[in-house]
T-cell receptor, first 112, second 112 residues
């Protein structure tokens, strides 16, 4: 049973436009969500996170939106740059647990 | 700081062999974890530790052992390698305050 779902395996956007990556979850006990970026042959790197008490968090070009009623979060990248091309993982944590549950990832390609 | 380091980068084992994947961090992080990533899958938690001397099982612990004798090191032992353990293994660490995890570069393991 996949608790964190990233239904789009890939996404292609033009440089300068907005990239929107989506993530759905099923467990209402999740209270903290994170996005990681991963380049080939490297470990994931932390991008941005959001607590379930918030509905939006911004960091530069990256914004994460959380819709708790829909159990949905999205990552917006504006403007997209070719260096943003990577696999993006959504992850969720249940309150009081050390365990992070990851989605399968979305491969973003930003075309010059 | 070197961050999170993992050795070896690549390893090929025969079925039934044992080995230890090394992980070290120099950030004085309390929490350390081991994940595996298989093609088309997200990262899955194998084992984790919330401090020296304390470990617990994650989502896919079978066939793996861990111990944490120091804050810095968190080795992962494969007791009797199986082809199903062919994967990329990532070690991660975090402080006790933030849920943001820092990942190592990974070890690519092939079991034939």
């Amino acid at each position: 049973d996949q608790q964190v779902k990233q239904n789009s395996p890939s996404l292609s956007v033009q440089e300068g436009r907005i990239s929107i990556l989506n993530c759905d979850y099923t467990n209402s006990m999740f209270d903290y969500f994170l996005w990681y970026k991963k380049y080939p042959a490297e470990g994931p790197t932390f991008l941005i996170s959001i607590s379930s008490i918030k509905d939006k968090n911004e960091d530069g070009r990256f914004t994460v939106f959380l819709n708790k009623s829909a159990k949905h979060l999205s990552l917006h990248i504006v403007p997209s740059q070719p260096g943003d091309s990577a696999v993006y993982f959504c992850a969720a944590r249940k309150g009081g647990s050390e365990k992070l549950v990851f989605g399968k990832g979305t491969k973003l390609t930003v075309n010059p | 700081n070197a961050g999170v380091t993992q050795t070896p980068k690549f390893q090929v084992l025969k079925t039934g062999q044992s080995m230890t994947l090394q992980c070290a961090q120099d950030m004085n992080h309390e929490y350390m974890s081991w994940y595996r990533q298989d093609p088309g899958m997200g990262l899955r938690l194998i084992h984790y530790s919330v401090g020296a001397g304390i470990t617990d099982q994650g989502e896919v612990p079978n066939g793996y052992n861990v111990s944490r004798s120091t804050t810095e090191d968190f080795p992962l032992r494969l007791l009797s390698a199986a082809p199903s353990q062919t994967s990329v293994y990532f070690c991660a660490s975090r402080t006790g305050v933030s849920y943001e995890q820092y990942f190592g570069p990974g070890t690519r393991l092939t079991v034939t």
